[in-house]
Structure formats: structure tokens, C-alpha cells
């Protein structure tokens, strides 16, 4: 069988369908096609901050850097030098389509300006207004990088180095982000994730690394109860089971998304399991004095995502499932087959949902093998009314 082949890389400067068709529905074509030409330099800005993934310079053990040194420096340089270009290359394209006003002579009045004549005229200003403190924002936070890579207390570790560029970069995405949502905004009423390049990309990579989390939390809690009831020579095993399963789950993609300091608190965890299972046995204590303060970590980190990243996300999953449900039932009402093949349809979507709740994390598991088995009235029945139960239950706030 031949393998098979990869999807294309969709070009950097691709905007998303529907800030296009915004667009191109614009009467004014003078602005819009100047706007076009900045959202894809936004468009490439956002992808350069996100392609490159700068999880490949960050160290891949606890251990500090000796101290500063060319050598550190000339590893980060790329991540650094990329994101300064892409940043600064967005700034350019919008003083070139949009060129700032002239400050006024004299003595530094702000001068006078006629009123806008039409409604698009006015829309105009707002979206020039929007664009001219958004670069002047953005070349600020490009001069503060600047600064903040220099001192000798950034450059000298190479995790404190990552956690400041990592945050920088972030800072970059979110205000570009921005940027092109309000300027979309302005003509029509849009959704961020419908109209912001990357967006849509960003949140999955959340809701994968909230599902892989769940996954790990759910190991590590099998390792504690196993190692509640073992011998204390048999509690090592269980400490290095532990490093594995922190291992794998540093080696996933969703990975990619934690921020540094959680990657350093995860790689911490590993280093110490691998340590006590180096000993030939290990008191009762020794792994929920390890395991549970990180288990209590991993929730903070798991509500962080879902507070910042997934809440609309999770809505519009929970309401696609309902959705799905009453046409399950339906289906039931009509002694329809379509009951099941709905439902299972359902569990697959409400997969994206998985990590944001323990009780429904496990109704999602057992669901996914009813359906996998296969569902007659029956049991479409049950599924059914557990699912909505479930549902109703979820923790939105």
C-alpha cells in the first residue's frame, strides 16, 4: 500500500473564509483592499509566531545553564531573530497601506479634521485609528523584547530565556489576534474564531493538550492506588512507571501548547520519579508526597486552559451535542435505525469536551465502547438518557 500523502501546508498569508468574504462585501474597495493586504501580513505574522515551534530550543532537562554564555545566545538566536522579523514586518505593512497622519505644526495641536461625511467613512477612521495604536503598540512591545533579551538574568538560564520569549510570543499572537478581529468587527458582527488567522488552529491545540492532560492524570492516579496496596520493594517499579507515562505525555504534540514553566514543572516531576526508582524500595509516602502536588498542578493547569482558551469552544460542543441528542430521540420516537449511528456521532463530538470534566471523562469512555459495539433500541435508549444527564451536569461557568 502506498503511503499516503501529505496534506499541503496551507499558504501564511491565507485568511480564513469568512473575514474574506467580509471582505469582499465591503463598498469601499479602496479600504478594503488596503485591509486585505495588512490582515495577510497579520496572517503571516501569526503563522511565524506559531510554525516555529520554539519547543525544540528548550532544554529538555531540570538542570540550569552554567551561566551566559555565546553559546546559549547563538542557539536561541533563530527563535529571537524570527520573531522580531515577523513582528516588525507586520508594523511596516500597516504604516505603508495606512500611513500615520502628520503631526500638525505649531504648537503641537492636534489640528482640525472634518467630520466623517458617510457611515463607511467614519468605519474607515475607527479601522485606521485601530491599526495606527495597534503597530505603535506592537514596535513598543518589539523594543521591550529587545531590552528584556539582554539582561543578564534572562540570558543566563536558558529556562528563564524560554518562559520570557515564550511569553513574548504569546503576547505577539493575542495582540495581532486582536487586531484583525476588531478591524473585521467594525463592518459586521463576526466571531473571533471565525475571522482571526490561526485561531481556530490555537484552541485545538488546547482542547488536545486538556484531553492528554486528563489522560495522564488519570495514570498517575492509577500509580498511587497500586502503590497504596504494594510492598515498599515493589514501590520503585511504580516511580519509574510514573517517569514513563510524564515521559510520554512530554513526547505528544499537545505538549507543545504548555507554557515553560509548566514544561519545567513537568520535566521536574520526571527527574524525581526516575530518581526514586532508582531505590531499592520506597516508603509509603514517597510517591503521594511526589504525585499529588503535581496532580494539584495539573488541575490549575487544566482550568487555566479551559478558562482562557476553551470556554466558547466548549459551549458550542456542549449545544452541538444537545443538538445531536434531540435528534437521537427523534430518531427513537420513529423506531429509526438513526438513532445509533446520531449517538455515536454525538460521543464523537463531545470528545472535544474530554478533560473538562473526571464524571464525564469516564461516561465519554464507557459511551465510546457502547457505541463502538453497537447500539439497539435499547441501549440507544439508556446512552441517550445518560448522555443528556451527563451533559446537563458539566461545570459551565
Given at each position: 500500500?502506498?503511503?499516503?500523502?501529505?496534506?499541503?501546508?496551507?499558504?501564511?498569508?491565507?485568511?480564513?473564509?469568512?473575514?474574506?468574504?467580509?471582505?469582499?462585501?465591503?463598498?469601499?474597495?479602496?479600504?478594503?483592499?488596503?485591509?486585505?493586504?495588512?490582515?495577510?501580513?497579520?496572517?503571516?505574522?501569526?503563522?511565524?509566531?506559531?510554525?516555529?515551534?520554539?519547543?525544540?530550543?528548550e532544554p529538555t532537562t531540570v538542570e540550569p545553564d552554567g551561566g551566559a554564555d555565546l553559546a546559549l545566545w547563538e542557539?536561541?538566536?533563530?527563535?529571537?531573530?524570527?520573531?522580531?522579523?515577523?513582528?516588525?514586518?507586520?508594523?511596516t505593512a500597516i504604516h505603508?497601506?495606512?500611513?500615520?497622519?502628520?503631526?500638525?505644526?505649531?504648537?503641537?495641536?492636534?489640528?482640525?479634521?472634518?467630520?466623517?461625511?458617510?457611515?463607511?467613512?467614519?468605519?474607515?477612521?475607527?479601522?485606521?485609528?485601530?491599526?495606527?495604536?495597534?503597530?505603535?503598540?506592537?514596535?513598543?512591545?518589539?523594543?521591550?523584547?529587545?531590552?528584556q533579551m539582554r539582561r543578564p538574568e534572562v540570558v543566563s538560564d536558558r529556562w528563564t530565556l524560554m518562559a520570557e520569549l515564550q511569553t513574548f510570543r504569546a503576547d505577539f499572537r493575542v495582540r495581532i489576534g486582536d487586531l484583525v478581529y476588531l478591524t473585521a468587527a467594525a463592518f459586521e458582527d463576526v466571531r473571533r474564531e471565525d475571522v482571526v488567522p490561526g485561531y481556530v488552529h490555537q484552541v485545538g491545540a488546547r482542547a488536545a493538550l486538556r484531553a492528554a492532560a486528563a489522560d495522564l492524570r488519570r495514570s498517575l492516579q492509577g500509580r498511587l492506588e497500586r502503590a497504596a496496596k504494594a510492598?515498599?520493594?515493589?514501590?520503585?517499579?511504580?516511580?519509574?512507571?510514573?517517569?514513563?507515562?510524564?515521559?510520554?505525555?512530554?513526547?505528544?504534540?499537545?505538549?507543545?501548547?504548555?507554557?515553560?514553566?509548566?514544561?519545567?514543572?513537568?520535566?521536574?516531576?520526571?527527574a524525581r520519579a526516575q530518581e526514586e526508582g532508582t531505590r531499592a524500595e520506597l516508603p509509603l509516602d514517597a510517591l503521594p508526597g511526589l504525585v499529588e502536588p503535581f496532580l494539584a498542578f495539573l488541575d490549575e493547569t487544566t482550568e487555566e486552559v479551559t478558562r482562557a482558551w476553551l470556554t466558547v469552544h466548549d459551549r458550542k460542543v456542549w449545544a452541538s451535542c444537545g443538538a445531536k441528542l434531540e435528534q437521537a430521540e427523534m430518531h427513537l420516537t420513529l423506531d429509526s435505525p438513526g438513532a445509533a449511528r446520531v449517538l455515536a456521532d454525538a460521543v464523537d463530538t463531545a470528545a472535544a469536551l474530554y478533560g473538562r470534566s473526571v464524571p464525564f471523562?469516564?461516561?465519554?469512555?464507557?459511551?465510546?465502547?457502547?457505541?463502538?459495539?453497537?447500539?439497539d433500541a435499547s441501549g440507544a435508549r439508556g446512552l441517550l438518557e445518560r448522555f443528556r444527564e451527563k451533559l446537563a451536569a458539566l461545570p459551565f461557568s
Open positions: 500500500m502506498a503511503p499516503p500523502i501529505p496534506k499541503p501546508r496551507i499558504p501564511p498569508d491565507a485568511l480564513p473564509a469568512r473575514l474574506e468574504t467580509l471582505l469582499e462585501s465591503l463598498t469601499d474597495r479602496h479600504v478594503a483592499d488596503r485591509l486585505v493586504r495588512v490582515h495577510r501580513a497579520a496572517a503571516v505574522a501569526i503563522d511565524r509566531l506559531g510554525h516555529l515551534s520554539i519547543a525544540k530550543y542557539t536561541m538566536a533563530p527563535a529571537i531573530g524570527d520573531t522580531l522579523v515577523g513582528v516588525n514586518q507586520l508594523v505603508k497601506e495606512f500611513p500615520p497622519p502628520a503631526k500638525p505644526a505649531g504648537n503641537g495641536g492636534e489640528g482640525w479634521a472634518p467630520p466623517p461625511a458617510s457611515s463607511d467613512e467614519r468605519l474607515a477612521q475607527e479601522v485606521e485609528a485601530v491599526l495606527h495604536a495597534s503597530a505603535e503598540r506592537l514596535s513598543r512591545r518589539v523594543s521591550e523584547l529587545g531590552q510492598e515498599a520493594t515493589s514501590r520503585p517499579a511504580l516511580a519509574r512507571q510514573v517517569a514513563e507515562s510524564v515521559a510520554a505525555f512530554v513526547s505528544l504534540p499537545a505538549s507543545v501548547a504548555l507554557r515553560t514553566p509548566q514544561k519545567h514543572a513537568v520535566l521536574s516531576l520526571r471523562d469516564g461516561f465519554l469512555r464507557k459511551a465510546r465502547q457502547e457505541a463502538a459495539e453497537g447500539l
